[in-house]
């Protein structure tokens, strides 16, 4: 490969926070915490060796913000209570010096929690069955549950989860907060017209499934001031259906971006199979393409984009402002570092996911762990 030096590494803005390139980490399920989702040394670990990669910036795993029914996955970390604060409080600063931002991704699993150290049931918009096994990359096994349909006062008191979570983690730091509205969890599953029934305000055309969204994110930004960076991840893929799609195409895609694009965010990120690919079927456009069309905020895009050059071809094309990676950044926390120098990448190894290479389960780094400087 050779040098690389184009719009991957030219340096962008979100709000008032400069980013020194395009390429950032994107959010991934990190079942590495302890059992009451305090972040430990090893998650420490696992987060700053990308900072030292060369990553503009950190995007954290889903990160449950209550200690009612948020959490998703067992060992999940949380930032729903002052220890979880106080523990961020290191690894956030280790990020920062070592010259990224740090985001934190929160996300309430709703329907889609597989295990939690709070609460065995699971709530959703409706009452729903994923009808799904669970993931059993991250300790899951069996079926999912039925979740029972949330009242006013789950609805209110998830969003003061968020609330509360996005002032430890300001307290904590963070450079920014990235509300979780993707992949089936439970912003999404509000979101979803295939697992919203309501009746209320909440429920019905998108303009009004998308209202526990908006309200989340007026009270989030009430929260943080200005200061902070405020983003959310849409997707229209799940965990449990990868395949799903939105049945209004790109035209539920003009609204939905549009609205989003008119609230308080100051990004949106997209998740997708393949950021490249048409989003809503032959001949249409990117999932990336349609939310910069159609949100008037920066967009940040997910999904294989490994190879530099592809990651690339999307900013000089327009279709979105920064790239995210994952399996690419679990097999090369350094992949900024050694793209700019022209060094090869490592293909990703999905045997190694559970392995020290993807979660330094040690204390310490080994000697394969430590970026290239």
Aim: proline residues 5%.
């Amino acid at each position: 490969m050779d040098k690389f030096d184009n719009n991957l590494f030219k340096q962008g803005n979100i709000s008032n926070h400069i980013f020194k390139n395009r390429y950032m980490v994107a959010p991934m399920t990190r079942v590495s915490s302890e059992s009451d989702g305090t972040p430990n040394e090893r998650v420490h670990q696992y987060y700053v060796r990308y900072a030292r990669g060369g990553f503009s910036a950190v995007i954290t795993e889903g990160t449950y913000p209550d200690t009612a029914y948020s959490q998703g996955y067992e060992n999940q970390a949380g930032i729903a209570t002052e220890k979880h604060r106080d523990a961020w409080k290191p690894i956030v600063e280790d990020i920062k010096s070592n010259g990224s931002k740090a985001i934190v991704q929160l996300m309430h699993a709703g329907a889609q929690s597989q295990g939690s150290y709070y609460n065995e049931e699971t709530i959703a918009p409706s009452p729903y069955d994923p009808n799904a096994e669970k993931v059993g990359a991250y300790g899951g096994e069996g079926k999912f549950q039925q979740a029972r349909e949330m009242t006013q006062t789950d609805i209110d008191e998830a969003k003061r989860g968020f609330v509360q979570a996005s002032i430890y983690a300001a307290e904590a730091g963070f450079d920014g907060i990235e509300l979780h509205g993707a992949n089936g969890y439970l912003l999404d599953q509000f979101l979803s017209e295939g697992i919203n029934k309501r009746t209320d305000k909440y429920g019905g055309s998108v303009e009004k499934r998308l209202t526990f969204l908006l309200e989340i994110i007026k009270e989030v930004r009430e929260a943080i001031g200005d200061d902070m960076v405020l983003g959310i991840r849409i997707s229209q893929i799940k965990v449990v259906n990868p395949n799903h799609k939105w049945s209004g195409g790109e035209k539920e895609a003009e609204t939905i971006f549009g609205i989003l694009g008119r609230s308080e965010v100051d990004y949106i990120h997209i998740s997708d199979d393949d950021a490249a690919e048409p989003g809503f079927g032959e001949g249409t456009m990117t999932m990336a393409a349609a939310a910069k069309a159609f949100g008037s905020v920066p967009v940040i895009t997910a999904g294989n984009l490994a190879d530099p050059d592809k990651a690339a071809g999307l900013i000089d094309r327009g279709e979105c402002d920064y790239v995210a990676v994952a399996r690419a950044a679990l097999a090369n926390p350094d992949a900024p570092n050694r793209i700019q120098k022209g060094m090869p990448l490592d293909e990703f190894n999905p045997d190694e996911i559970m392995s020290p290479k993807a979660y330094v389960k040690d204390t310490e780094l080994s000697r394969d762990m430590i970026p290239n400087e």
